[in-house]
């Protein structure tokens, strides 16, 4: 829904409870013109036409409720990405902050890689692209192929299957557990703690939700000191070890550094992966004519998946400060600014892509930003595309048929930073 024009605007308001919220969102369209309230359902459900207006209204645009600029354009996200005078300083300033400051997660974040500028963040990010190598990520491909069958096979003999539960959710849980070295018997504790996380790398409305997620960090730590200190002891061919050897200009990682590595593997490459792969199979079923080419053309699975990734882009933004005053557009930015880095408005700019709405799996040139750009660049994107094409590949060999349940609809978290489903019921055939 457009917040554009009065008389929707009207109707919006009736919409939001907070008086708060409503004020805030009022002051924004009263002095821009536009307004995005990413409190909407129906913003939640669709984000995309609201993004597209503010792109085209107002591309540098202030958002109260997020107290930042919200930054739309591809050129701008780009550019602002890889621009040494922006921080990824990840102090909080939204609603949560109170109960966010001090906390054990808050902490976490703000020394992890994803919190750290250069030299601090270079030297960290040197030594664990050390042990976190492309040789041990595609020591993985055998693994989650089998991962992935295993779970087909517990759904076949059903006749249907819930997308998210089943398969999106277990995959890359199962994958960053073996990668961290954990028994199979844990792997409940990594998908609880995964939870926790994710919870708190949103806006937490709730004290709770922080807690727990300072509960889960704690937990991790004690949980990962016992393996970290067995590989010191007797080395191993994988992750874990390379970790505790890596070694740059006689530079180590200290013991904080490693738990907080082992942590972040979990926080940022569980949640993201399962969320890309829910939004795969919608995107595909809702375009039948893109999934039967990609089950003619199997060779289009690498593409279905940069698709979904530039489409519909899990994370859809992340947040930078500014470190000195700047331009942006027609806009003056302030040191000390927040800066709301869309990636879903960028990877919808018509200035970059060719018929950006369309879903189209043998795009070409689809240098999308789901996964960042410059220094924070993801880490574990080669692994997420190996996942997200082995889930494709599985699923479309061996079911020759998967559609929606009529009467069944997909359920999505409800949230306006994340593009996440929690359920995607689907019928199968098998071949
Ligand atoms: C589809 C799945 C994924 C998406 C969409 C995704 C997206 C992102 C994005 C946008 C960033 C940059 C954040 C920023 O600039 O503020 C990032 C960073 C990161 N990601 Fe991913 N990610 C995914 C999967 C993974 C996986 C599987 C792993 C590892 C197992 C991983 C590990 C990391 C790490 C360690 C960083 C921090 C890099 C740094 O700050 O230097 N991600 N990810």
């Known amino acids: 829904m457009k917040l554009s024009g009065l008389a929707p605007m009207a109707l919006r308001f009736q919409a939001i409870r907070s008086p708060l919220i409503r004020a805030m969102i009022l002051r924004e369209w009263w002095h821009q013109g536009v307004a995005i309230n990413t409190f909407d359902r129906s913003f939640r459900r669709d984000p995309y036409p609201v993004l597209r207006e503010i792109r085209e209204k107002d591309p540098v645009h202030w958002m109260e409720t997020a107290r930042g600029w919200l930054i739309t354009r591809y050129d701008d996200v780009s550019e602002l990405l890889r621009d040494p005078r922006i921080s990824a300083d990840r102090t909080p300033t939204t609603v949560d902050a109170p109960w966010r400051r001090g906390s054990e997660i808050q902490g976490w974040i703000e020394h992890s890689l994803l919190g750290l500028d250069p030299p601090d963040h270079t030297r960290l990010r040197n030594l664990v692209n050390r042990a976190f190598t492309p040789r041990v990520v595609e020591q993985m491909r055998d693994r989650i192929e089998t991962m992935a069958d295993g779970l087909l096979d517990q759904v076949e003999a059903r006749g249907e299957m819930d997308i998210i539960r089943d398969y999106a959710e277990p995959l890359p849980i199962q994958v960053i557990a073996e990668l961290l070295g954990a ?83 979990l926080a940022a ?39 979904t990734l530039r489409y519909d882009p ?102 306006g930073t994340v593009r996440a489903l929690t359920s995607l019921p689907v019928r199968l055939d098998a071949g």
Request: glycine share 8%; proline share 6%.
């Open 183 to 265: 028994p199979q018997e844990d792997h409940h504790r990594f998908a609880q703690w995964s939870a926790a996380m994710s919870g708190a790398l949103d806006i937490a409305f709730y004290k709770k939700t922080i807690d727990d997620a300072d509960r889960a960090v704690v937990e991790m730590r004690e949980y990962f000191r016992p393996l970290l200190e067995a590989r010191r002891r007797e080395p191993r061919e994988d992750l874990l070890t390379a970790l505790v050897q890596a070694e740059e200009a006689g530079d180590r990682l200290s013991e904080d550094e490693l738990y907080s590595f082992c942590i972040i593997l």
């Open 269 to 307: 490459g569980h949640e993201t992966t399962t969320n890309m792969i829910g939004n795969m199979f919608l995107a595909l079923l809702r375009n039948p004519g893109e999934l039967e080419r990609v089950r003619r053309d199997p060779g289009l699975a690498p593409g279905a998946v940069e698709e």
């Open 314 to 415: 899990p994370p859809q933004a992340t947040t930078r400060r500014a470190l000195e005053d700047m331009q942006v557009g027609r806009r003056g930015i302030r040191a000390g600014d927040m800066l709301v880095l869309s990636f879903a408005a960028a990877n919808r700019d018509p200035e970059r892509f060719e018929d950006p709405d369309r879903f189209d799996t043998g795009r070409e040139d689809n240098r999308h930003l789901a996964f960042g750009m410059g220094p924070h660049y993801c880490m574990g994107a080669p692994l997420a595309r190996m996942e997200g094409q082995i889930a494709l590949t599985r699923m479309l060999e061996r079911f020759t048929r998967f559609g929606s349940i009529p009467g069944a609809r997909p359920m999505r978290r409800n949230t």
